[in-house]
């Protein structure tokens, strides 16, 4: 079956730090990968995706490369803020009469001033 | 446009008792899917519809039960509740496509006591 193993946390960096989160997975046929953020209290909102390889999924300066060789979709930032304070899900989906995401653990990011 | 509404937002219920929680999807979207949050399991997949059908089940016992209606609007109940079903529960709604996301709301979360 599916499974995505997501770097454990939590995470705690300095304002402008640089941030990696790291995920890989394992899927059955060739899936789409995603990165969810929940912020307190919240659902999941949608942080980028990539649906083939070497496609680089980005969002408000969060980037993760799809690599089908070492199957892995790392999550970066170059200069976190306060505000980027929350918990990262790393997720896969397969479509079709199978849709469902499979998650990984999350990842608690705290980022001080 | 709108997103996805789940009602209620917060429930406290008595073990032993039965519960349904609503969720609304975004329109268009066909595919309504639940997921069970919790600290120790993290998220959870607990089934998927579209068009009225069940297509895919998570691995939780009978207890756990939904449908999803004509106009796309999907319930989920749980009966005989016990003290391990407390949870935030997430539903996601979709159109169900590999490359598609899964747009989530904020989430029922039940008590059980």
């Known amino acids: 079956g599916n499974s995505v193993t997501q770097m454990e946390g939590p995470v705690t960096l300095s304002e402008e730090a640089f941030l990696t989160i790291n995920c890989t997975y394992t899927a059955t046929g060739y899936p789409s990968l995603f990165w969810y ?6 659902g999941l909102q949608l942080l980028l995706k990539a649906t083939k390889a070497d496609d680089k999924g980005s969002n408000k300066g969060f980037e993760a490369t799809y690599r089908k060789e070492t199957t892995s979709f790392h999550l970066e930032k170059g200069s976190v803020q306060v505000s980027d304070s929350a918990v ?10 199978n849709y469902k995401l499979t998650f990984g653990k ?3 990011l705290t980022v001080n001033p | 446009k709108a997103g996805v509404t789940q009602t209620p937002r917060y429930l ?9 929680l609503s969720c609304s999807p975004i329109s ?3 595919s309504v899917s639940w997921y069970q949050q919790t600290p120790g399991q993290g998220l959870q997949f607990l089934f998927e519809y579209f068009s009225e059908t069940q297509r895919n089940k998570g691995n939780f016992p009978g207890r756990f039960s939904g449908r999803q209606f004509s106009n796309s609007r ?10 391990g079903d ?14 598609t996301e899964a747009f989530f709301g904020q989430g029922t979360r039940l008590t059980v006591v």
Request: charged letters at 15%.
């Open chain 2, 12 to 20: 406290i219920k008595t073990r032993g008792q039965q519960v349904t």
């Open chain 1, 106 to 108: 999350g990842t608690l």
């Open chain 1, 37 to 42: 953020v929940q912020y307190p209290g919240e």
């Open chain 2, 74 to 83: 999907s319930e989920m109940n749980v009966s005989t509740l016990e003290l």
């Open chain 1, 88 to 97: 990262y899900f790393c997720a896969l989906s397969t479509g079709g009469s």
């Open chain 2, 86 to 99: 407390s949870a935030l529960y997430l539903c996601a709604s979709s159109f169900a496509d590999l490359n």
């Open chain 2, 28 to 30: 268009g979207h066909r």
